[in-house]
């Protein structure tokens, strides 16, 4: 090995050895990713911002937090997501990768009140 952890001039480097480094270097990229995270708020039976924006193709970290006294239910049938939230908690939903639309969700609980919407941008 030649100076920095390269090789020499003239030595040969295995193909394990170079799928080992290819594979680490990777491995280490999509573990320091970090996955976009939003926030809705629940107050008064409602949600906050009703209107959530996210990129589409792309996993995305949604924390949900109940600042109501009572629970709530984050329900989603086109999101394929049902939570319940007790009141002055919090909760973590994931979605995607999605593609661009409109997703509608609502509080069980509430539903005439607890309205919202995932939009989802390219």
Not at 59 to 68: A, H
């Amino acid at each position: 090995m030649g100076a920095r952890g390269v090789p020499a001039r003239g030595s040969r480097v295995s193909v394990r050895a170079a799928v080992g480094w290819l594979a680490c270097a990777c491995a280490c990229v999509v573990h320091g990713a970090e996955v976009p995270t939003f926030a809705i708020d629940i107050r008064d039976h409602l949600f906050y911002p009703s209107e959530l924006v996210i990129p589409a193709d792309t996993k995305v970290k949604i924390i949900v937090s109940n600042l109501d006294p009572t629970p709530e239910e984050f329900e989603s049938y086109e999101l394929n997501r049902e939570k319940v939230i007790m009141g002055g908690a919090s909760a973590t939903i994931f979605l995607g990768p999605l593609e661009p639309g409109v997703y509608p969700f609502f509080g069980e609980f509430n539903p005439k009140t607890a309205q919202g919407t995932v939009r989802v941008e390219p």
